[in-house]
């Protein structure tokens, strides 16, 4: 077995299963920590709360989008355009097919692709920046915030690297990175692709119920 | 801009007539690249009388220093343009045994002046009291700029001097790997240099013009060997920084750009001559660059402030930029140090 | 680790319910919160981040319940345990300079609620005995008169009394069957007692039947600025006595924001059962009045006036629109000031942060972006401050700033403003 099959075929499907059982492990776990039923007679739906908060924090609010501009340019741009990376590009529908599932993903032209990738890359170089030249993010960044942006940098990274899909070593290079994220991804704070509904939820609930959607 | 072109073009061939001469008198290294490498010797005595040479310069269609036609509009009846070897020795010969010559000269020479006259401290102490000089917009601007710089910087000098560096040690297949890589990388990273490059222009531009006390700064050399130096906002050697950076990166962005989309224009003598302007540029900005880290980090005490918290100690910003000490907090710089002196 | 800090840790894990643990476990450390945080707008210290002041209680969970604690332990990744030095260094971040305002919620990508964890986080302190001696000494007051400000039942009475001579109604103490029962913060008995008289007023005119209570009048609990849900169900248990043994219908609580969330949302939880009768705000009440037309207006107040909008009452209360209508009706040149309703500032006093005198520089600076506000709306006269905390803070602010302006309170407004009998043809 090459070194391209090994983090292709094996390495993947164990790093898979352990992404999705960590996932599911991590998000459950919270779950069953349990919230005491709130019996004060409510003013509005704690359910739809749930919902109306994860929707609602979606979108910035007026007041304050004007001095976080660049935060949220910054953050949607990275995270919007990975997401149709990893989706739409071509060799990810090929790899998705070939390994996972036979669906029919429309497939970006390859200027659209090298656009996002820019896209993205932009976003996350902005978002880390941030993080190393301001004392507030200075402050409340740990290790687990760094090693989370790098990996993903080194996985986007790779990724480029191997764009002209002649080298096998380039491509083996970017699946490894990907196999190690994927591992590393349900310990760490990337968790927040999963978490950010049940905060938002949980709170959207919580005021939910007071009648007010903060 | 014809004009200038053409001016670069008269440069360039200067520079080449040098090269053609010495190239005869210098023996190629052991692991030089052979330019001959797989070129064909012309065709035997086709035309009788004439002599090869004489055949091929007619064949190209007259003097090869003759500026006109290396640049200027293609003579009638040219067949063959011979600019390519030209350009191909240039980048040879020179940019590619030299480039990697320069960033080490520029970090040898900081690290004599480090050992030798070291960093400049902040006299008199940290206050503990800050301005803030740089707004979070700004300094995320510049990292962008450092972050895009530094991965264009390395995927681009792997590219240029992976030939003579990687492929004797590592191997052609190793060079071949890494190129590939660095190529993919460098493309999709330079569009977002020209991005960073407006950026930054924008957020920096304020406070970088000339200014009088500029002179003294010349002529004082910025401090850096003692003696007080006033400045504004930024000194002269942040200005020249500043304007080296715009300029040199508008050349490398433009030529970028060609290189990028060489069906952009219909000469192929612009596209060589991009290259090695690209080349130059990148390898001076990359040279500089380090004068710069060192001045940022280490060699400065209380510079890195500005681009990490956007705040500087009160001190650093009166020894370093009294003027703009003044101007932002309406307190004379020399009179407060006096003050508090004795305290 | 000491004695006190493992009480704190046991306490913040006991309160780490599903809620706190997908906010501990959701933060990106993205810094937003500090954006809507006046105390960090107002210092720039960034240790006022608002996810920063969450730290050590973040830490105990992380290392003791998180899913894949265990694991982390057994590797050594998981957090070192939150020491005593930590927690004392954290307290005047989790009691000074969190005022519970819940405006970081609104910029949080994550929507986290770090006012409610905060809360949750003081149970810890509380139980543990790190609490700012300001707080504590006012809490052991309370325990002994069961006023923060040692309002005993006869200056209750006096003021009533007063009262009762200023607007010619009388008004019934601990009359047994009325519909409503009113408790007051004691800064409005002691400071602007106008309010018993306006009550009396537009009651009458509404005609309901109301009543205050001798032994249970007092609606502030200092238990739950503390932190200590104990401490907050004695004070609480007193009104719900007093108002199930009166078989009142209703509760009205005053306009003092932590009362009506300590009374109307954590009460029936922290009883562990509903009540036996309604919570009102009188916000609320006054609104449903007027709407059924029980309170018209006469001649609307014409000054031009501006809303603070109390955090607890507001954007944790949910009652946005209630003081609006009401200030629509009863004022001729009502404006609202930049960035009012639900992503209002506090006035910096709130979550006990008034009632701690360690931390009145820190509340002064933070009433800064409220003289911003109101220095925006022009040729303003009067503010309409309707929580008697925030109103005491107001006054102190707006001394300290040099700024003339008239603080009212929302009831009184609408008792000025009530139409006289006639004019209505009643
Ligand atoms: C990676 C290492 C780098 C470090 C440690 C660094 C450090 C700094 C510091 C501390 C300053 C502020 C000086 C002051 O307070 O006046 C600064 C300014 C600046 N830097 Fe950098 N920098 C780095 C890379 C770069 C790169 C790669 C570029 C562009 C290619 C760049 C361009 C600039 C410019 C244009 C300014 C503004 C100065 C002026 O306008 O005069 N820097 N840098
Ligand atoms: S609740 Fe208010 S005071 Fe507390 S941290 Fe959030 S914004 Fe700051
Ligand atoms: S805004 Fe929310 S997610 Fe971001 S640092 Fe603050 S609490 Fe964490």
Redesign the pocket.
């Known amino acids: 077995m090459s070194f391209l099959e090994f983090v292709e075929g094996p390495l993947f499907l164990v790093a898979s299963a352990i992404f999705l059982l960590g996932v599911v492990w991590r998000v459950g776990g919270i779950i069953l920590i349990g919230r005491k039923k709130d019996i004060s007679p409510p003013k509005g739906s704690a359910a739809m709360g749930f919902l109306k908060g994860n929707l609602r924090h979606f979108i910035p609010r007026g007041i304050f989008a004007k001095r976080t501009a660049l935060h949220l340019i910054a953050g949607y741009g990275f995270h919007l355009a990975l997401l149709v990376l990893v989706l739409f590009a071509a060799p990810h529908i090929a790899f998705i097919q070939d390994r996972l599932v036979n669906v029919n993903l429309p497939e970006m032209p390859r200027w659209g692709f090298i656009l996002t990738a820019e896209i993205s890359f932009a976003g996350l170089i902005m978002l880390w920046v941030r993080r190393i030249s301001d004392p507030v993010m200075r402050l409340i960044s740990d290790w687990d915030d760094h090693i989370g942006s790098w990996l993903t940098f080194l996985v986007m990274l790779t990724g480029c690297l191997a764009l002209q899909e002649s080298h096998g070593f380039l491509r083996a290079q970017h699946m490894l990175v990907v196999d190690v994220w994927l591992i590393y991804f349900p310990f760490s704070r990337l968790m927040h692709a999963f978490t950010f509904f049940l905060s938002r939820g949980n709170s959207g609930a919580t005021y939910g119920r007071k009648g007010i959607n903060l | 801009m014809n004009n200038l072109l053409r001016m670069v073009a008269v440069l360039l061939v200067l520079l080449m007539g040098v090269t053609a001469s010495q190239a005869q008198s210098v023996r190629p290294p052991g692991n030089a690249v052979n330019l001959d490498d797989g070129i064909e010797p012309g065709p035997p005595n086709t035309l009788g009388d004439l002599s090869d040479s004489d055949f091929w310069r007619n064949y190209r269609g007259g003097d090869p220093n003759d500026p006109q036609q290396i640049i200027g509009p293609r003579p009638d009846g040219v067949v063959l343009t011979t600019t390519g070897q030209h350009w191909r020795a240039l980048r040879e010969n020179y940019i590619r045994k030299y480039a990697g010559w320069a960033p080490l000269i520029v970090i040898g020479i900081l690290a004599v002046f480090y050992v030798l006259i070291g960093p400049m401290r902040i006299k008199s102490g940290r206050s503990g009291k800050t301005l803030s000089?740089?707004n979070l917009t700004q300094r995320v601007s510049?990292w962008f700029?450092?972050a895009v710089?530094?991965l264009l910087g390395i995927s681009g000098l792997i590219i240029l001097l992976g030939r003579p560096l990687i492929a004797p040690f590592l191997g052609k297949e190793v060079n071949s790997i890494m190129t590939s890589a660095a190529m993919q990388g460098h493309n999709l990273f330079g569009p977002l240099f020209i991005v960073a490059l407006v950026w930054?222009f924008i957020k920096?531009v304020r406070?970088?013009f000339f200014q009088w006390v500029d002179l003294k700064w010349i002529f004082k050399l910025g401090g850096f060997f003692g003696g007080h130096v006033s400045s504004h906002e930024?000194n002269f050697g942040?200005?020249s920084?500043?304007w080296m950076?715009t300029i040199v990166?508008t050349v490398i962005s433009v030529t970028g750009v060609l290189l990028l989309f060489p069906w952009l224009v219909e000469d192929l003598r612009i596209l060589q001559l991009s290259t090695i302007l690209h080349g130059l540029g990148a390898v001076g900005?990359i040279s500089v660059?380090f004068g710069?880290?060192y001045v940022?980090?280490i060699g400065m005490e209380g510079?890195?402030d500005?681009?990490l918290k956007g705040e500087?100690d009160e001190h650093w910003a009166k020894e370093h930029?009294d003027l703009w000490y003044e101007k932002v907090t309406g307190k004379s710089a020399s009179e407060t140090a006096k003050e508090e002196e004795p305290s | 680790m000491t004695a006190n800090s493992e009480i704190a840790v046991e306490k913040f894990l006991e309160h780490t319910d599903a809620e706190a643990a997908s906010f501990f476990e959701a933060c990106v450390h993205c810094g937003e919160c500090a954006e809507a945080c006046q105390f960090y707008l107002s210092t720039g210290d960034p240790k006022y981040t608002p996810t920063y002041k969450l730290r050590p209680m973040e830490r105990a969970y992380k290392r003791d319940k998180a899913p894949f604690s265990g694991l982390k332990k057994a590797l050594g990744l998981a957090p070192s345990p939150v020491t005593e030095e930590e927690l004392r260094e954290w307290e005047p971040l989790v009691y000074d300079s969190c005022n519970m305002c819940a405006r970081c919620t609104l910029v949080c990508p994550m929507g986290i609620d770090i006012a409610g964890t905060i809360r949750k986080m003081r149970e810890g302190y509380a139980a543990a005995g790190f609490v700012p001696e300001g707080l504590q000494r006012s809490a052991e007051f309370v325990k002994k008169t069961g006023s923060p400000m040692g309002v005993t039942a006869k200056a209750l009475k006096a003021q009533i009394k007063h009262q009762e001579d200023a607007v010619g109604i009388k008004i019934e103490i601990d009359k047994k069957g009325a519909d409503y029962m009113a408790i007051f913060s004691s800064m409005e008995i002691m400071g602007y007692p106008e309010v018993l008289g306006a009550y009396a007023k537009l009651f009458k005119r509404a005609g309901l039947t109301w009543t205050i209570s001798s032994v249970a009048y007092e609606a502030t609990n200092v238990g739950v600025q503390i932190g200590s849900a104990p401490m907050a169900k004695e004070i609480l248990q007193r009104v719900v006595d007093a108002a199930e043994a009166l078989e009142v219908k209703h509760v009205i609580s005053p306009e003092c924001g932590h009362a009506y969330g300590a009374i109307r949302w954590a009460g029936p939880n922290m009883m562990g059962r509903q009540f036996k009768f309604e919570v009102v705000h009188i916000i609320e009440l006054l609104d449903q009045l007027r709407r059924e037309g029980k309170i018209p207006v006469g001649k609307k107040d014409t000054r031009r006036m501006t809303l603070h909008d109390p955090c607890q009452i507001i954007r944790r209360g949910g009652l946005l629109k209630e003081p609006r209508s009401l200030l629509n009706d009863s004022c001729a040149n009502f404006t609202e000031m930049k960035g009012a309703g639900i992503t209002n500032f506090c006035c910096g006093g709130g979550g006990g942060v008034s009632a701690n005198p360690r931390a009145e520089e820190l509340k002064t600076a933070a009433f800064s972006r409220k003289v911003e506000q109101l220095n925006g709306v022009q040729d303003l006269e009067a503010v309409v401050v309707p929580c008697g905390n925030c109103r005491a803070v107001f006054e102190d602010g707006l001394d300290e700033y040099d700024l003339d302006l008239e603080i009212i309170g929302l009831s009184e407004l609408v008792a000025e403003t009530l139409a006289e009998e006639d004019e209505t043809g009643a």
């Open positions: 000089r740089f510049h700029m450092a710089f530094i930054m920096f406070g970088n930024f942040e200005k920084w500043f950076v990166g900005l660059l710069h880290i940022g980090t510079s890195l500005s681009m500087v930029h």
